[in-house]
């Protein structure tokens, strides 16, 4: 993996008065899937548009591969993928002749663009709607063929904001399951939401803004045992949980949090390693442990995390 694929050093952007992007610094690797998370006026949309040189930052740089992209922001354009949160299409053009006309628009060639076009309606499911108006689309399939126009011209980036907006559980999973097939071939996506629970199942790597900072940004894993290093815990026990819960109370990193028939919740610091110690602590000590799982923490419940603790610092 490249780490620096994308880097953003010290990116900054006015509007007059308001900062709404301020001095950020941040590295995406080739590869990842990145969300770009936050509530609504956090920054995210800003950040995208000058990632897509729609915005000119009014300090700073974006390094694309190691060349800033307002250097040459139109070579960099035809490399970029790029989906606002709001968009339109011709209404009396199809499926198909809205993804040729874009081909041609990045300049593809009369073959290559009819075989891309063939190629993109498989990608994002609309065969079957290959010969239909766009202004018959529902909303998901406007959504996936707003997906397909950016990726038309195979970009080594694809910037989307909030492009789940407003679909239904369904038209979110499948737009979301088009991404990862689009991240397989080697693209590498920045995906911005204000909903922070949608984008845990689909990216390795998050940055959380507020106010248009950071507040944490990285692999998810990373930033969890950072800010919150104890690991929630279910045992599911074949003997009397009365003899776990004696090992537990005794137990330096762990606390527990709920007993409920054979299963017991508790909080845990520490690695595999110290899990796995525990395990064998319960077992020489007579427990029966049919099952040990891990509750994986949301965007949603790291994010309260975080701000808590900004605002604890703050007020400190």
């Given amino acids: 993996m490249d780490t620096e694929f994308l880097s953003l050093v010290t990116l900054r952007k006015e509007y007059y008065e ?10 995406i690797r080739e590869g990842d899937i990145f969300g770009l998370v936050g509530p609504n006026g956090a920054g995210k949309t800003t950040l995208l548009r000058m990632l897509a040189t729609a915005l000119e930052p009014t300090a700073g740089r974006a390094v694309f591969r190691g060349k800033d992209i307002w250097d040459d922001p139109v070579s960099y354009r035809g490399v970029i993928g790029f989906m606002p ?4 299409l011709y ?3 199809t499926t198909r002749e809205t993804l040729l006309y874009f081909g041609l ?4 060639d009369r073959k290559t663009r009819t075989g891309r076009a063939d190629e993109m309606l498989k990608v994002i499911g609309l065969e079957e709607k290959a010969h239909s108006l766009a202004k018959g689309l529902s909303r998901g399939m406007v959504q996936r063929l707003g997906l397909g126009r950016a990726l038309i011209h195979r970009p080594k980036l694809l910037l989307l904001d909030e492009p789940a907006s407003g679909l239904d559980p369904l038209a979110r ?7 990862r097939e689009v991240n ?3 693209t590498t996506i920045i995906i911005s939401s204000h909903i922070l629970g949608e984008l845990s199942d689909v990216c390795n790597s998050v ?3 507020h106010y248009g900072r950071f507040l944490a ?14 690991r929630r815990i279910s045992l599911l026990l074949t003997t009397d949980p009365q003899a776990a819960r004696t090992v537990l109370q005794s137990w330096p990193t762990a606390s527990v949090e709920q007993v409920e028939g054979p299963r017991v919740r508790l909080l845990l610091e520490g690695t595999d390693a110290e899990l796995a110690r525990l395990n064998a602590a319960l077992v020489a000590a007579g427990v029966g442990v049919a099952l040990i799982e891990e509750t994986r923490t949301g965007l949603e419940e790291l994010y309260l995390a975080i701000t808590e603790r900004q605002g604890h610092a703050a007020a400190s």
């Fill in 18 to 27: 308001v900062v709404a992007v301020n001095d950020v610094d941040l590295g």
């Fill in 207 to 209: 940055g959380i803004m």
């Fill in 85 to 88: 949160d709001f968009f339109q």
């Fill in 217 to 230: 940004a990285g692999e998810m894993s990373e930033i969890v045992r950072k800010i919150m290093p104890k």
């Fill in 105 to 108: 628009a990045h300049g593809l």
């Fill in 184 to 186: 397989a071939q080697g």
């Fill in 91 to 93: 209404d009396y053009l």
């Fill in 173 to 179: 999973k499948q737009l979301f399951d088009v991404l």
